[in-house]
């Protein structure tokens, strides 16, 4: 296993990803007989199964030693463990992919070790690819825009240095919990971050809940946002965007104050773009958090 050759299977993952991404832009989102898993807002649809089952294939077939998770199979026994592992949501943004409102993505990861190794991000709509591999930088590249398909090394422009809060543009999910302390937490640190500073807020610039962790993260490694923090989310929202973010420079820490160092599937993040004065940044974020979410805990 230590002689994983990670292009190779950085190559296939995008290979796969773009495949499939046609599967998704031609389909009519249904929900069928799958519908909703937890609650009302927490959606499926055929084409979310129909996809992780031919990744899955894809992946076992070439791959067989590699473990895998994803979304649509998971079952609350499965841990993650050591072993390379592909992490995959086969559509993340599916609230999105129902409402036609393209920002979407087949989330891809590899970890190893516990570790986010290879990251692929694909909105198949707007055939934009976020790719990372530990190490080795993270690129964009936009097939319906760039000659000669060339990626593109991110963060596109040098990053300016953090400043406080109330100069930042914040992304943030609800998340499909809508009642309980977690929800409580959130409702009440949007409300905080976007109070008047004289009300001791972080009137922060804007905040954005755009609909795919994914993305999200790879709009924060692009530098196009400052901060992403939500709870509740699992390892394959995260594990792709996670590789681009580090490899572009940015910082991922939990959501809940105090811990720097989050398991990849700890299930609460915050996000920060790079760029001079992340940890005072975060440090600043944590002091407005309202509450602790009990979410992975
Ligand atoms: C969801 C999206 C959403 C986030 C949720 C995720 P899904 O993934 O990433 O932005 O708020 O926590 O579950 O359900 O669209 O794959």
Not at 161 to 169: D, F, I, M, S, W
Not at 202 to 222: I, Q, Y
Not at 249 to 272: F, I, K
Request: charged fraction near 20%.
């Amino acid at each position: 296993m230590t002689d994983i050759n990670l292009q190779e299977v950085h190559d296939f993952m995008i290979e796969i990803a773009r495949k499939v991404g046609e599967r998704i832009t031609s389909a009519t989102p249904t929900t069928g007989a799958a519908g909703s898993k937890k609650n009302s807002v927490d959606l499926v649809t055929e084409t979310d199964q129909a996809v992780e089952k031919i990744i899955s294939t894809s992946l076992r077939e070439k791959y067989p030693d590699f473990s895998f998770m994803g979304e649509e199979t998971y079952k609350p026994k499965d841990k993650l463990t050591g072993a390379p592992t592909f992490i995959l949501d086969p559509i993340d943004g599916t609230t999105n992919f129902v409402h036609r409102h393209p920002y979407v993505a087949i989330s891809l990861g590899l970890a190893i070790n516990l570790t986010p190794t290879i990251g692929i991000v694909y909105n198949p709509f707007t055939q934009t690819l976020y790719s990372a591999i530990k190490g080795h930088g993270a690129y964009l590249t936009q097939y319906l825009l760039t000659p000669q398909n060339s990626p593109q090394k991110l963060p596109l422009y040098p990053p300016t240095p953090l400043e406080t809060l109330n100069t930042c543009l914040v992304a943030v999910e609800w998340g499909s919990d809508r009642s309980g302390n977690d929800f409580a937490v959130k409702s009440n640190t949007f409300a905080k971050l976007a109070e008047a500073k004289e009300k001791d807020g972080g009137m922060v610039h804007g905040l954005r809940s755009l609909g795919s962790a994914a993305l999200n993260l790879c709009a924060v490694a692009s530098g196009d946002i400052d901060l992403y923090w939500e709870a509740g989310c699992w390892a394959w929202d995260v594990c792709a965007g996670w590789v681009i973010l580090s490899e572009a420079g940015g910082l991922m820490v939990d959501a809940n104050p105090g811990n720097w160092s989050p398991r990849v599937d700890e299930r609460r993040y915050l996000a920060v773009r790079g760029g001079e004065g992340q940890k005072e940044l975060v440090e600043e974020f944590w002091g407005l958090v309202q509450g602790r979410f009990e979410v992975g805990i």
